[in-house]
């Protein structure tokens, strides 16, 4: 998942529509009315999350994916109240309903993409393959094991473009280790492939 931290202030305009709607709720998030407010969030949520899905890194354009609620806004674990507030919201892939915030839903994420620990307890093999780490309890291994499994991080279009990866992150580490960072700086996946030089 992405590492990052809100460097944007939320849109004015999302702030303004809060102001003019205080009754708004999740069936107007998908108003012709929001539309213009949600292009811009997902402008600004794009720069936080360097033109990255917040879920599996895939490199994302600001004009493609959707924005997606951390904390669902419908379901079982709804928070309508977090319906219009942005700091609930992340910017994601949804061309593919396998994996990401398609496959989500609206369950409740036991790990959250955001502060530079998210990925800590998360491992990623040479296969492509996302799973957690050795060293960790058997809770801990679960919240791991649901959170890959309900993003579905291990589809098998993002194992095999993680695989790629991985092999060149390998040799680079292997031949010229200095050179690693500055070479991952702006690639896809960046935030997991780190995990191999940890």
């Known amino acids: 998942m992405v590492e990052f931290t809100r460097r944007n202030p939320e849109p004015p305009e999302l702030t303004a529509f809060r102001e003019a709607s205080p009754t708004a709720g999740p069936s107007e998030f998908s108003s012709i009315g929001f539309h213009s ?10 720069e936080d999350q360097f033109g990255l899905c917040a879920y ?8 493609d994916g959707q924005i997606d609620h951390v904390k669902p806004k419908g379901g079982l674990h709804a ?20 994996h990401c915030g398609q496959k989500k839903g609206d369950k409740l994420l036991p790990i959250e993409p ?14 492509g393959d996302i799973g957690p780490k050795m060293d960790l309890s058997r809770q801990e291994k679960h919240l791991v094991c649901s959170v890959r499994d309900m993003l579905g991080l291990n589809y098998s279009s993002l194992r095999v473009e993680r695989e790629k990866w991985v092999a060149v992150s390998l040799e680079l580490l292997r031949f ?10 702006n690639k896809p996946y960046r935030f997991i492939l780190r995990r191999l030089a940890s």
């Not at 407010?37 to 794009?46: D, E, M, S």
């Not at 928070?79 to 396998?98: I, M, S, W």
């Open 56 to 63: 599996c890194e895939s490199a994302l354009s600001p004009a």
């Open 114 to 127: 955001g502060p530079l620990s998210c990925n800590e307890k998360f491992v990623l093999c040479t296969n």
């Open 176 to 185: 010229s280790a200095e050179e690693f960072e500055s070479f991952i700086a």
């Open 79 to 98: 928070r309508p109240d977090l319906t219009f507030a942005y700091e609930n919201y992340v910017h994601g892939c949804c061309h593919q309903p396998k």
């Open 37 to 46: 407010i949600k292009l811009l969030v997902k402008q600004k949520l794009n």
